[in-house]
C-alpha cells in the first residue's frame, strides 16, 4: 500500500512537474496520414519512405538528430572516438526494455549492426562498411572497431536510418523473413498494436517508456487514404492532424495554410535532402558528349520550375551537392548552374561543339522519361520539354509505372535523359557517392550510377573523401569533387526539393527532430 | 436442383479458363514484384534480388510457375502475397467484407430505387414528374463517379459535417459492439450512394422503358378487355415482365461493380477488394491480383446462375433445363 501510494505521489509530482514547465496535455489520439500504405514494417530491411513514418516511433536508434543537426542521445547516454578515428566507445542506457519486457543490451546494438543493418540494410552495408567488429565488454558498453576513420557514420544512428531491432526475436532465423517484420517489437515510446490493411496501423502509448513521463499520446493512428483530394478533406475536417511527405499535394497546401487551424512547415527533411535531377546516359544515345549536358543545364530555369510546378517550395540546385551540406562546410556553389537559365548561352555551348541546327531548328531528337510519381513530375517534363526546344532539342516524353520504368533505367540502361530525385541524406557519403563511382555501376541495383559514368580521377577524390577524418580536408576534396562534376554532368541538378508537412495547430512537440515525420513522437501532444 | 448442379460444373472450365488467360496476360507486363519492392527500398544488391526472386518461384520458367499456380487454386490455396507477406486467402477474405458490404447496400439502393422511379416515371408518363425523373437520371448517368464523390465529400462532410470523409471505421474511437455497426453504417452512406447514383440512373431508365414497352403488348389490351383495375394490371401483370431485363443487367454488371468500386473506393479509402486489386496491379503482386480476378469471376457466374433463377420465379413460362 505504502509503494502503491508512492508510486502514484511521484507519477503525480512528475506530471504536475510537467504542466508547470510546458503545459503539454497527456493522453489523446494523433490520426495522421501514411501514403501509401506500407508493404512490411521491416524497417530494417527496407527504407522506404511510408515505413520510415511509423516505425521510429516503435524502434529507436542510438541517437536522434535536433533541427541544428545536433545529437540528441537516445539508447546510447554518449560516445567518445579516439584519436585516429578507428575506435568508436559507445555508453548505452540502463534500465531500458524491449516491449516484451526483455532488457536491451550491448548485445542487441552488436547484433543489430553486425548481422542486421551490415547485411539486409539497404543501405546500411555503407553507412557501416569500415566496421570490422563490435566489442561489448559489458551489458552498456559496445566498441567499433572500425578499419578506417568513418565521419559519416555519426551522422547516420537515427530510428529511421539504422533501427535497434531485438536480437532474441532475429537470432538464428532468416532476417528478411523473420515474423518480427509485422509485428514489431521495439524500445520505443509507443508499441504496435493492429494493422488493418487498406485501413490503418494502431500504435498505443509504451506505458514502461525509460524516460519517465513520455509519451505524452495515448495512441498513434496511421492512416491510409488513396486518394490525394480526399487526404485533403481529412485534413481540413480534422479527422487526420498530420501529414507529411507531400501527402497533402502542394497545390492544397497552400490553400489549406490560410486556414487559422492548419499550418506548413518545410522543416524535417533535412536529414533526407532530396534533389531533383536528370540522369544521362553517357555510354550511348544522344547525350555522350558532355558538353550537350553543361547546354542542357544552362538552359533551365530553375526558378521557373520551382514556383510554377512546385509553388515556390524548393531551392535552386547550384552543384552536384545540396546546398544542407553548408553545415557540414561541404557545399560550393559551381558554374553551369544558373539560377534563371541562359538559352543563348546553352545554344553557344552546342553551336561551338558542332551540333547545327537543321531547317526545323532541330538539332537533335530524344526521349525524356519522367519519375512516375505524379503529376508534379510530369509537369516538370512538360517545362523540360519546351525548354529544350528552345535550344534544338526536340524530347518526346515518356511516362511509364513503376516497375517498367525502374526495369528501363537500372536493369536495361535503355533511357536517354531521365527525371528523377534521389535522397541525399545527412552526408555525401551515403547519398551523393552511389550516384558517380565506378563501383556504383551495379546493374539492376536501383538509384545508383545509371549513367555509367566512370572516372578514375573522381573514383580516387570519392574513396579520400569517405576516409578522411580533417574537416578542413574534407571540405577542400569536395570542392574538387563538386568542379569535376560540374563539368561533365553525368546528373544535372535541377533543384534541392522541399517537401510538406501540412498539420493541424492542434498538434504540438513533434518538430524537434531534424527527422521530421520520421522522427518518434515522443514529445507531441494535442493542445 | 439438378440444373444448379449442372450449370456449377459448366462453371469450372470457364473459370479455370479465366484463370489461365489473366495468368498469361499479367505476365506480359514488363517488371515484377522483385523490382518494385527492391525499388522502394531505395536500394538493393542484384544478390539480394536474385535470392528473392529464387524465394518467391519467380526463377521458374512460365509454364512451371503455371502449373504450381493452379494445382494450388484446385487445393483452395490462392498462394502468398509477397509484398503483403501473407496468405492471399487471409488478405482476400479480410477485404471481402468490406466491398460485400459495399456492393450489396449499392445493389440494393440502386435496384430498389431505380425500380421504383422507373415505375413512377412510366406510369406517370409525360407530367412534370416523369420529366423530373428522367432529367435526374440523364444527370446523374452522365456524372463521373470520382467527381460526384469528391462533391460529396465537400457537402456532406465539410460544409455540412454530416458524415466522416472516408474510411470504415472512426479510428479515434475504435468503438466496440453496437456501436461499432452504427459507426461503419455511417462510413457507409457517402460511398453507397456514390457508388449506386450511376447505376440507379442506369435501372430507372431501364425499368421506364421497360414498362412503357410491356404497356404496348397484346396481353395489356386482353387483361382491359377482362375489365381489370389499372393498377392490377401495372403490378401483376406488367410490372413483372418489365423487370426481367432490369434483374438480367444487374446480374451481369456485379462484376462491373468491383470494376468501378475501385474508384469509390480509393476516394473514399474504403478498404475494398478494387482498391487491393489496383494497388497490387503497381505492386506486380500476381498472386494476390490473380487471387481476386479468380473471386471475381466465381462471383459473376454464381450471380448469373441466381438470376436465372429468378427468372422463373418472375416468368413462370421460362423453364430452367
Same mark, same amino acid.
Given at each position: 500500500m505504502k509503494k502503491v501510494f508512492a508510486t502514484m505521489f511521484m507519477a503525480g509530482s512528475l506530471m504536475v512537474s510537467a504542466f508547470a514547465a510546458k503545459a503539454e496535455n497527456y493522453g489523446g489520439t494523433l490520426s495522421f496520414l501514411v501514403q501509401p500504405e506500407p508493404p512490411t514494417l521491416a524497417s530494417y530491411v527496407s527504407t522506404s519512405g511510408p515505413?520510415?513514418?511509423?516505425?521510429?516511433?516503435?524502434?529507436?536508434?542510438?541517437?536522434?538528430?535536433?533541427? @541544428?543537426?545536433?545529437?540528441?542521445?537516445?539508447?546510447? *547516454?554518449?560516445?567518445?572516438?579516439?584519436?585516429?578515428?578507428?575506435?568508436?566507445?559507445?555508453?548505452?542506457?540502463? !534500465?531500458?526494455?524491449?516491449?516484451?519486457?526483455?532488457?536491451?543490451?550491448?548485445?542487441?546494438?552488436?547484433?543489430?549492426?553486425?548481422?542486421?543493418? $551490415?547485411?539486409?540494410?539497404?543501405?546500411?552495408?555503407?553507412?557501416?562498411?569500415?566496421?570490422?567488429?563490435?566489442?561489448?565488454?559489458?551489458?552498456?558498453?559496445?566498441?567499433?572497431?572500425?578499419?578506417?576513420?568513418?565521419?559519416?557514420?555519426?551522422?547516420?544512428?537515427? &530510428?529511421?536510418?539504422?533501427?535497434?531491432?531485438?536480437?532474441?526475436?532475429?537470432?538464428?532465423?532468416?532476417?528478411?523473413?523473420?515474423?518480427?517484420?509485422?509485428?514489431?517489437? !521495439?524500445?520505443?515510446?509507443?508499441?504496435?498494436?493492429?494493422?488493418? =490493411?487498406?485501413?490503418?496501423?494502431?500504435?498505443?502509448?509504451?506505458?514502461?517508456?525509460?524516460?519517465?513521463?513520455?509519451?505524452?499520446?495515448?495512441?498513434?493512428?496511421?492512416?491510409?487514404?488513396?486518394? &490525394?483530394?480526399?487526404?485533403?478533406?481529412?485534413?481540413?475536417?480534422?479527422?487526420?492532424? /498530420? %501529414? %507529411?511527405?507531400?501527402?497533402?499535394?502542394?497545390?492544397?497546401?497552400?490553400?489549406?495554410?490560410?486556414?487559422?487551424? #492548419?499550418?506548413?512547415?518545410?522543416?524535417?527533411?533535412?536529414?533526407?535532402?532530396?534533389?531533383?535531377?536528370?540522369?544521362?546516359?553517357?555510354?550511348?544515345?544522344?547525350?555522350?558528349?558532355?558538353?550537350?549536358?553543361?547546354?542542357?543545364?544552362?538552359? #533551365?530555369?530553375?526558378?521557373?520550375?520551382?514556383?510554377?510546378?512546385?509553388?515556390?517550395?524548393? $531551392?535552386?540546385?547550384?552543384?552536384?551537392?545540396?546546398?544542407?551540406?553548408?553545415?557540414?562546410?561541404?557545399? +560550393?556553389?559551381?558554374?553551369?548552374?544558373? *539560377?534563371?537559365? @541562359?538559352?543563348? &548561352?546553352?545554344?553557344?555551348?552546342?553551336?561551338?561543339?558542332? /551540333?547545327?541546327?537543321? !531547317?526545323?531548328?532541330?538539332?537533335?531528337? &530524344?526521349?525524356?522519361?519522367?519519375?512516375?510519381?505524379?503529376?508534379?513530375?510530369?509537369?516538370?517534363?512538360?517545362?523540360?520539354?519546351? +525548354?529544350?526546344?528552345?535550344?534544338?532539342?526536340?524530347?518526346?516524353?515518356?511516362?511509364?509505372?513503376?516497375?517498367?520504368?525502374?526495369?528501363?533505367?537500372?536493369?536495361?540502361?535503355?533511357?536517354?535523359?531521365?527525371?528523377?530525385?534521389?535522397?541525399?541524406?545527412?552526408?555525401?557519403?551515403?547519398?551523393?557517392?552511389?550516384?558517380?563511382?565506378?563501383?556504383?555501376?551495379?546493374?539492376?541495383?536501383?538509384?545508383?550510377?545509371?549513367?555509367?559514368?566512370?572516372?578514375?580521377?573522381?573514383?580516387?577524390?570519392?574513396?579520400?573523401?569517405?576516409?578522411?577524418?580533417?574537416?578542413?580536408?574534407?571540405?577542400?576534396? /569536395? =570542392?574538387? #569533387?563538386?568542379?569535376?562534376?560540374?563539368?561533365?554532368?553525368?546528373?544535372?541538378?535541377?533543384?534541392?526539393?522541399?517537401?510538406?508537412?501540412?498539420?493541424?495547430?492542434?498538434?504540438?512537440?513533434?518538430? !524537434?527532430? %531534424?527527422?521530421?515525420?520520421?522522427?518518434?513522437?515522443?514529445?507531441?501532444?494535442?493542445? | 436442383m439438378k440444373y444448379v448442379v449442372k450449370r456449377l460444373v459448366q462453371g469450372v472450365p470457364i473459370i479455370l479458363a479465366i484463370v489461365v488467360i489473366n495468368f498469361f496476360l499479367l505476365n506480359m507486363a514488363e517488371g515484377d514484384a522483385v523490382d518494385v519492392l527492391a525499388g522502394e527500398a531505395g536500394s538493393a544488391t542484384p544478390e539480394y534480388m536474385a535470392e528473392l526472386r529464387k524465394k518467391f518461384g519467380l526463377d521458374q520458367p512460365l509454364p512451371v510457375q503455371l502449373m504450381v499456380y493452379l494445382k494450388n487454386v484446385v487445393t483452395l490455396d490462392l498462394g502468398y502475397s509477397f509484398r503483403h507477406d501473407m496468405p492471399v486467402n487471409e488478405l482476400i477474405f479480410d477485404r471481402f467484407s468490406a466491398t460485400a458490404l459495399l456492393m450489396t447496400s449499392t445493389i440494393i439502393l440502386a435496384v430498389g430505387f431505380g425500380i421504383l422511379l422507373g415505375l413512377l416515371a412510366a406510369m406517370r408518363l409525360n407530367t412534370w414528374k416523369d420529366a423530373v425523373i428522367t432529367v435526374f437520371a440523364l444527370i446523374t448517368y452522365a456524372t463521373p463517379l470520382f467527381w460526384v464523390g469528391l462533391m460529396m465529400i465537400v457537402v456532406f462532410s465539410l460544409q455540412l459535417g454530416w458524415f466522416p470523409t472516408s474510411g470504415m471505421e472512426n479510428v479515434a474511437a475504435f468503438y466496440e459492439g453496437w456501436d461499432r455497426v452504427v459507426d461503419i453504417a455511417h462510413h457507409l452512406v457517402l460511398p453507397t450512394i456514390t457508388l449506386s447514383l450511376f447505376y440507379l440512373a442506369l435501372y430507372t431508365r431501364m425499368m421506364r422503358a421497360s414498362m412503357l414497352e410491356q404497356y404496348g403488348q397484346d396481353y395489356v389490351v386482353t387483361a382491359r378487355a377482362k375489365g381489370l383495375t389499372e393498377r392490377r394490371i401495372t403490378f401483376v401483370h406488367v410490372l413483372r415482365n418489365a423487370l426481367l431485363p432490369v434483374v438480367t443487367m444487374a446480374g451481369v454488371q456485379v462484376g462491373a461493380l468491383i470494376g468501378g468500386s475501385v474508384i469509390v473506393e480509393s476516394v473514399f479509402a474504403w478498404p475494398g477488394l478494387g482498391m487491393l486489386a489496383f494497388e497490387s496491379l503497381f505492386a506486380r503482386d500476381l498472386n494476390l491480383l490473380l487471387g481476386i480476378f479468380l473471386l471475381s469471376s466465381i462471383l459473376v457466374v454464381a450471380v448469373n446462375l441466381i438470376v436465372d433463377i429468378i427468372y422463373c420465379f418472375l416468368d413462370p413460362r421460362i423453364e430452367v433445363n
Open positions: 515505413i520510415g513514418l511509423v516505425m521510429p516511433k516503435i524502434y529507436e536508434g542510438l541517437f536522434d538528430y535536433d533541427n @541544428d543537426g545536433k545529437m540528441i542521445p537516445i539508447l546510447a *547516454e554518449s560516445y567518445s572516438m579516439s584519436a585516429d578515428g578507428k575506435t568508436v566507445t559507445f555508453k548505452l542506457r540502463k !534500465g531500458v526494455e524491449w516491449h516484451d519486457g526483455k532488457p536491451f543490451t550491448s548485445a542487441d546494438v552488436k547484433f543489430t549492426i553486425l548481422e542486421v543493418l $551490415k547485411k539486409v540494410h539497404p543501405r546500411g552495408p555503407n553507412s557501416f562498411r569500415e566496421v570490422s567488429s563490435i566489442d561489448t565488454p559489458d551489458a552498456h558498453t559496445a566498441i567499433f572497431n572500425l578499419d578506417n576513420p568513418a565521419p559519416y557514420m555519426m551522422r547516420s544512428f537515427s &530510428a529511421y536510418e539504422s533501427p535497434m531491432v531485438p536480437k532474441h526475436l532475429l537470432e538464428g532465423q532468416d532476417v528478411k523473413s523473420a515474423p518480427l517484420a509485422n509485428k514489431p517489437v !521495439g524500445t520505443g515510446p509507443f508499441k504496435f498494436v493492429e494493422w488493418k =490493411k487498406g485501413q490503418y496501423i494502431r500504435l498505443d502509448k509504451n506505458e514502461n517508456y525509460w524516460q519517465e513521463g513520455l509519451p505524452y499520446l495515448d495512441r498513434i493512428v496511421g492512416r491510409f487514404i488513396p486518394d &490525394a483530394s480526399t487526404r485533403t478533406a481529412a485534413m481540413e475536417n480534422g479527422e487526420v492532424l /498530420y %501529414a %507529411a511527405y507531400n501527402a497533402v499535394p502542394n497545390i492544397d497546401a497552400v490553400r489549406l495554410k490560410e486556414r487559422d487551424d #492548419i499550418d506548413v512547415t518545410t522543416d524535417g527533411y533535412s536529414m533526407i535532402n532530396p534533389m531533383a535531377l536528370i540522369e544521362f546516359n553517357t555510354k550511348e544515345g544522344p547525350f555522350v558528349d558532355p558538353a550537350i549536358r553543361r547546354a542542357i543545364s544552362t538552359a #533551365i530555369d530553375r526558378r521557373f520550375m520551382i514556383d510554377t510546378i512546385f509553388f515556390g517550395y524548393g $531551392k535552386p540546385a547550384t552543384s552536384a551537392l545540396s546546398s544542407n551540406f553548408s553545415a557540414t562546410n561541404l557545399h +560550393a556553389k559551381m558554374a553551369n548552374y544558373p *539560377e534563371r537559365g @541562359d538559352v543563348d &548561352a546553352a545554344n553557344a555551348i552546342l553551336d561551338k561543339a558542332g /551540333y547545327a541546327k537543321d !531547317g526545323n531548328g532541330v538539332r537533335m531528337k &530524344a526521349t525524356l522519361d519522367i519519375i512516375p510519381y505524379g503529376e508534379d513530375w510530369r509537369r516538370a517534363g512538360e517545362y523540360l520539354k519546351q +525548354a529544350m526546344g528552345d535550344i534544338g532539342i526536340q524530347l518526346d516524353l515518356r511516362y511509364e509505372d513503376v516497375p517498367t520504368w525502374l526495369k528501363r533505367v537500372y536493369h536495361n540502361y535503355d533511357f536517354e535523359m531521365n527525371v528523377n530525385y534521389f535522397y541525399q541524406l545527412p552526408d555525401p557519403v551515403l547519398g551523393v557517392h552511389r550516384h558517380y563511382g565506378t563501383n556504383q555501376i551495379r546493374q539492376g541495383t536501383h538509384f545508383v550510377n545509371s549513367s555509367r559514368y566512370s572516372n578514375s580521377t573522381l573514383d580516387a577524390l570519392l574513396d579520400s573523401g569517405s576516409k578522411e577524418p580533417d574537416a578542413a580536408k574534407r571540405t577542400a576534396t /569536395y =570542392k574538387e #569533387i563538386q568542379t569535376i562534376l560540374a563539368n561533365d554532368m553525368p546528373v544535372v541538378n535541377l533543384f534541392e526539393l522541399e517537401f510538406l508537412t501540412v498539420y493541424n495547430t492542434k498538434l504540438k512537440g513533434a518538430y !524537434g527532430s %531534424a527527422m521530421g515525420a520520421y522522427g518518434s513522437f515522443r514529445e507531441a501532444y494535442l493542445d | -
